[in-house]
């Protein structure tokens, strides 16, 4: 029995075989307990001695058994460590995150800098009465921008909003001065070819209150400009809007020749970033303000223009298309 529970237990090769072994010679109803079981019918001279000899054969299968084990879990863990093996001179796998798309980039900037400037942010929805996107803005009811070509109508009184200014016009029926807001959002117009998409995002502000003048808004403004483009020339040229009087458009120096003149600028120096002026008394009248106290000036400026002037992109579709090769440019 020793001998051959010792061949068994070498021939073992893993923690289960061994245990069965262990089981089927040590166990309660294991071979060799049944031997110790079967010496009570043994006479008084030889019990002691088979006795001992079955306690050293226990002893000895015991220690084999012992031993193995230590080998077998030794031989495991080894052959666990080559099999998971990691090459740690492997180059890392880069794992890629999401990133703003660069509107929503440029908008989240610009409206950080305006809250810097104790700005207000309001948003107002993009399906509009025509009496806030035309009519409290001044602009009469023959008036080109109201053609059917430009705005999309989705009955005789309601629009597709054109621009954002009708988000100005519902702050002031609700607020009263003094106040300085910023309204960003999406602004519809039929109209599509390399400069224009049916669907644009524009951002406006207003600031009224009290002796409001045009030295304010060139001081806003000018301010806002060196924050996005650093520090640049600027200029303002006389305009008209119908909800603005006196008007004017912006200009920033060539981000690209700084005034030398390239393409992007059409060799002018110059670039056209908003339109702004001082509020009409008609429009401060029809939200029922008092013309003769309160002043403000009002300022509106496309975010793809400001995008493309930022980056220096000469395609506006690009903004639409979701190349995620154009999209992964910007951080
Ligand atoms: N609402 C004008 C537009 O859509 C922009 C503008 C806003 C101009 C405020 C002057 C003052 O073009």
Not at 52 to 75: H, P, Y
Not at 135 to 163: C, G, K, W
Request: hydrophobic share 35%; aromatic share 8%.
């Amino acid at each position: 029995l020793k001998l051959s529970a010792e061949e068994a237990i070498c021939k073992a090769a893993s923690l289960k075989e061994l245990d069965e072994l262990r089981v089927g010679i040590l166990g309660k109803k294991g071979e060799l307990t049944e031997i110790m079981k079967g010496m009570r019918e043994l006479s008084k001279e030889e019990r002691p001695v088979m006795g001992q000899l079955a306690n050293e054969v226990r002893d000895s299968i015991t220690e084999a058994l012992e031993k193995k084990m230590i080998e077998v879990k030794e031989k495991e863990k080894q052959e666990r460590i080559s099999s998971e093996n990691i090459d740690i001179t492997l180059p890392g796998r880069k794992s890629s995150s999401g990133r703003y798309h660069p509107i929503t980039e440029t908008m989240n900037m610009l409206k950080e800098i305006f809250i810097e400037m104790g700005f207000d942010v309001a948003e107002g929805p993009e399906i509009e009465k025509t009496e806030y996107n035309f009519d409290a803005l001044n602009i009469p009811e023959n008036h080109p921008s109201r053609d059917l070509q430009d705005t999309f109508y989705m009955s005789d009184d309601v629009v597709l909003r054109t621009h954002t200014s009708p988000v100005q016009v519902r702050y002031m029926k609700d607020k009263k001065p003094p106040f300085r807001m910023v309204c960003p959002g999406k602004v519809y117009r039929s109209d599509y070819d390399v400069s224009h998409t049916p669907m644009f995002h524009q951002m406006e502000g207003l600031m009224v209150g009290e002796n409001i003048s045009f030295a304010n808004l060139k001081a806003i403004l000018t301010e806002f400009v060196k924050k996005v483009f650093g520090d640049t020339e600027v200029r303002f040229r006389p305009h008209f809007f119908p909800f603005t009087e006196p008007s004017a458009e912006m200009d920033v120096q060539c981000v690209i020749c700084k005034g030398k003149g390239c393409r992007l600028c059409k060799d002018s120096g110059w670039l056209e970033i908003m339109g702004c002026g001082m509020v009409d008394p008609e429009v401060l009248k029809a939200v029922g303000y008092n013309h003769e106290e309160v002043s403000g000036f009002a300022f509106g400026m496309g975010i793809e223009r400001v995008t493309m002037l930022r980056h220096g992109i000469d395609d506006l579709r690009a903004f639409f298309e979701n190349d995620i090769r154009f999209l992964k440019q910007f951080k």
